[in-house]
């Protein structure tokens, strides 16, 4: 955890196959926003590193007969005998004071393979159960998280009456199911919806908004002590 002597860490994470994407530019801007605030950034690109989504048996080491994934989660942190990579994800989570979900919302929801980095590195016994509990008794409990997200759909189109309905409908699963369920405090959503239908210039401003809201949300979610 950071002290009040040391920069905050921001972990961001990262999930579109595009590089050259809106949500790419979208996330880059948040970094550099985050890194004028004073944050310490670290980027995962899940992509780029092509992350490996599905919590599988064969990395558990002792894994065999019935397979329970959290249970042998459990006692791969008790044991020592996490997978590597998810060692390395995981620890770079736990150094981080915000949690940043960067990703275009697809199928109304987090991409596959982001959803899957949740099911891998949001382990039993590190981050809740075990030694921990739920919620406010969590592993995480004191830091903060967001979601950084673009849509297809209108502003319009997501909000109650509109033709998908009310965007906290879609995000209360995350929100709540996810971030609050390991501890986190869960800091407004910064959305840019629709970028494909804007022009260049819309786009520009939309980065530039996204900067601005970055900036404020900086400034105000400073960690906080445990």
Request: glycine share 8%; proline share 5%; no cysteine.
């Given at each position: 955890?950071?002290?009040?002597?040391?920069?905050?860490?921001?972990?961001?994470?990262?999930?579109?196959?595009?590089?050259?994407?809106?949500?790419?530019?979208?996330?880059?801007?948040?970094?550099?926003?985050?890194?004028?605030?004073?944050?310490?950034?670290?980027?995962?690109?899940?992509?780029?590193?092509?992350?490996?989504?599905i919590?599988?048996?064969?990395?558990?080491t002792?894994?065999?007969?019935?397979?329970?994934?959290?249970?042998?989660?459990?006692?791969?942190?008790?044991?020592?005998?996490?997978?590597?990579?998810?060692?390395?994800?995981?620890?770079?989570?736990?150094?981080?004071?915000?949690?940043?979900?960067?990703?275009?919302?697809?199928?109304?929801?987090?991409?596959a393979?982001?959803?899957?980095?949740?099911?891998?590195?949001?382990?039993?016994?590190?981050?809740?159960?075990?030694?921990?509990?739920?919620?406010?008794?969590?592993?995480?409990?004191?830091?903060?998280?967001?979601?950084?997200?673009?849509?297809?759909?209108?502003?319009?189109?997501?909000?109650?009456?509109?033709?998908?309905?009310?965007?906290?409908?879609?995000?209360?699963?995350?929100?709540?199911?996810?971030?609050?369920?390991?501890?986190?405090?869960v800091?407004?959503?910064?959305?840019?919806?629709a970028?494909?239908?804007?022009?260049?210039?819309?786009?520009?401003?939309?980065?530039?908004?996204?900067?601005?809201?970055?900036?404020?949300?900086?400034?105000?979610?400073?960690?906080?002590?445990?």
């Amino acid at each position: 955890m950071s002290t009040s002597d040391a920069a905050p860490a921001a972990l961001i994470v990262h999930a579109h196959p595009e590089p050259h994407s809106f949500s790419t530019a979208q996330m880059t801007t948040a970094a550099a926003a985050l890194r004028d605030a004073g944050y310490r950034v670290d980027v995962l690109d899940l992509y780029a590193e092509e992350w490996n989504p599905i919590l599988a048996r064969d990395e558990f080491t002792q894994a065999g007969g019935y397979f329970k994934p959290q249970a042998e989660q459990q006692r791969a942190v008790k044991d020592g005998t996490l997978d590597a990579t998810v060692k390395v994800h995981l620890d770079r989570l736990l150094a981080a004071d915000l949690l940043v979900l960067s990703f275009p919302m697809w199928w109304f929801s987090l991409p596959a393979i982001l959803k899957g980095w949740v099911d891998r590195v949001f382990v039993m016994g590190a981050v809740f159960g075990g030694d921990y509990g739920l919620f406010d008794d969590a592993a995480l409990a004191g830091k903060r998280a967001m979601l950084l997200f673009t849509t297809g759909g209108s502003r319009e189109s997501f909000q109650s009456g509109g033709a998908f309905g009310s965007m906290d409908d879609f995000l209360s699963h995350i929100h709540r199911g996810m971030l609050e369920f390991v501890g986190y405090r869960v800091l407004d959503p910064v959305v840019t919806y629709a970028p494909a239908h804007m022009t260049d210039r819309e786009r520009a401003a939309a980065l530039d908004d996204v900067r601005k809201s970055i900036a404020l949300i900086a400034a105000n979610s400073r960690p906080v002590p445990r």
